[in-house]
Each structure stands twice: as structure tokens, then as C-alpha cells.
């Protein structure tokens, strides 16, 4: 089973940008898609960003002025680079793997604190 591990997050002030990583460990995760999911405190789990195994990407509509995802599939690590972060990016964002037949994500990483203060 792939594991995944997210890094990257941190504290930083509106306007600033933070590179978010997701490694995996486990088998071969080069045909699978990940995704990238936020959370912020008393709401519901919103979906960020999908990359597919050729990396083709797709990002929510409200952030994607603003990030971008990429994958390394040789280094096993999905990316979320994100600009002029926002007090209203602050959340917990989570990495998933799914198989791209399917809808169900198999497998999440722990999450990563994003803290954007203005």
C-alpha cells in the first residue's frame, strides 16, 4: 500500500507563497492520480487539485490563479506550489491517491498546517 507524507506547511504572512510536498513510499505510485484536499477549522474538506499519471492537472476554480500542482513521479512527490496566500487559505492540507478508474481515494497523508496571517 502507498503511504503518503506531507511536508511543507508553515506560518506565513498574506501575500507570501509556500511549495507544499507529498512524498509516497510503498509501490509504484507512478499509476495512480493524487490530489490535493483542504480543510479549514469548523468547515468541510474541500478538494484542491487532481493530477493525473501524464500529468495533467486540474485545480479548484477559486485557487487557480494562484496554484499550481505537480508531480515527480521519478522522486515519488506530488507538489502544491501556492501564491499570494490569503488568510482564507489557512487549513490543514491533506494529499490523496486514487487508481484514475476510480473515485475513492485509497490512501491520505497526515496533513500539513498552512497559517496565512494578514
Known amino acids: 500500500q502507498v503511504q503518503l507524507a506531507e511536508s511543507g506547511g508553515g506560518s506565513v504572512q498574506a501575500g507570501e507563497s509556500l511549495r507544499l510536498s507529498c512524498e509516497a513510499s510503498?509501490?509504484?505510485?507512478?499509476?495512480?492520480?493524487l490530489a490535493w484536499f483542504r480543510q479549514a477549522p469548523g468547515k468541510e474538506r474541500e478538494w484542491v487539485a487532481d493530477?493525473?499519471?501524464?500529468?495533467?492537472?486540474d485545480v479548484t476554480y477559486s485557487v487557480q490563479d494562484r496554484f499550481n500542482v505537480s508531480r515527480d513521479n521519478a522522486k515519488k512527490v506530488l507538489y502544491l506550489q501556492m501564491a499570494r496566500l490569503n488568510p482564507e487559505d489557512t487549513a490543514m492540507y491533506y494529499c490523496?491517491?486514487?487508481?484514475?478508474?476510480?473515485?475513492?481515494?485509497?490512501?491520505w497523508g497526515q496533513g500539513t498546517q498552512v497559517t496565512v496571517s494578514s
Open positions: 490523496a491517491l486514487r487508481r484514475c478508474d476510480e473515485h475513492q481515494y485509497i490512501s
Open positions: 510503498g509501490y509504484d505510485y507512478r499509476y495512480y492520480c
Open positions: 493530477i493525473f499519471t501524464d500529468g495533467t492537472a
